[in-house]
């Protein structure tokens, strides 16, 4: 089965400040996918990136950057000179491999990030 | 594309009523996710399609609850009776799968439904 963990419930920072989200993520399978998804008070939810299995090449885009480490079953993303118009829930997400035909996504519960003026 | 499609965005019920949500994925795409978001338990998979076909309705908390999708454009989420403990935001999401698996997800605006 599978499982992702944010142990991180809630984060308050002041802007302009870096701030990292954790996720760890455990599965079985050798082909994943990982997600970040977005959720701001408004509640839509917001794709970010994905990341496969196999790409541990880390990402940057714009203020964001996500840290893909395999070895560690981590997937963490960094916001750089946080803004108050990131103050969202940040969901980490985990699917398997497509012709498994398991394709639905397992969500982490979520970190409520704060960011004060 | 419009996106993925939830109707309605609001639904406030009295206990016992039947209550249907519905969901218009996203052209071309072929798998379907209902899922709920509680406080409680965070974001659950509730059942997913793929090709119009339940492929794992495991996480439908109990016989209450059905999903069905008649056709590729169209899926209905319906609580039948329900109770104050269904009080939650339902969201649909539609992926695309077929040359390119690793697509993200992309979701509706959700429901939220208040049960009194």
């Known amino acids: 089965a599978q499982k992702v963990t944010q142990a991180q419930t809630e984060i308050s920072v002041v802007e302009k400040e870096d701030v990292t989200l954790d996720c760890v993520y455990e599965?079985?399978?050798?082909?994943?996918?990982l997600f970040w998804y977005k959720q701001p008070p408004s509640g839509e939810l917001v794709f970010l990136i994905r990341?496969?299995?196999?790409?541990?090449q880390n990402e940057i885009s714009g203020r964001y950057s996500w840290n893909f480490q395999k070895s560690t079953s981590s997937f963490n993303f960094t916001i750089t000179a946080s803004q108050v118009v990131d103050s969202a829930v940040y969901f980490c997400?985990?699917?398997?491999?497509?012709?498994?035909?398991?394709?639905?996504?397992?969500f982490g519960s979520g970190t409520r990030l704060q960011v004060q003026p | 594309d419009a996106g993925v499609i939830q109707s309605p965005r609001h639904e406030v019920t009295e206990m016992g009523q039947e209550v249907t949500l519905r969901c218009k994925p996203i052209?071309?795409?072929?798998?379907l996710f209902w899922y709920r978001q509680t406080m409680m338990r965070g974001l659950e998979l509730l059942i997913y399609?793929?090709?119009?076909?339940?492929?794992?309705d495991s996480g439908m908390p109990e016989d209450r609850f059905s999903a069905k999708m008649p056709n590729a454009s169209f899926s209905t989420l319906k609580i039948q009776p329900s109770e104050p403990r269904d009080s939650a935001v339902y969201f649909c999401?539609?992926?695309?799968?077929?040359?390119?698996?690793?697509?993200?997800?992309?979701f509706g605006q959700g429901t939220r439904l208040t049960v009194v």
């Open positions: 999401a539609s992926r695309y799968g077929r040359d390119r698996p690793n697509t993200e997800a992309f």
């Open positions: 599965t079985r399978d050798t082909t994943y996918y």
């Open positions: 990341r496969n299995s196999f790409d541990e």
């Open positions: 997400a985990l699917s398997e491999a497509w012709d498994t035909g398991r394709r639905a996504l397992t």
């Open positions: 052209s071309g795409h072929n798998s």
């Open positions: 399609f793929n090709n119009n076909v339940p492929i794992d």
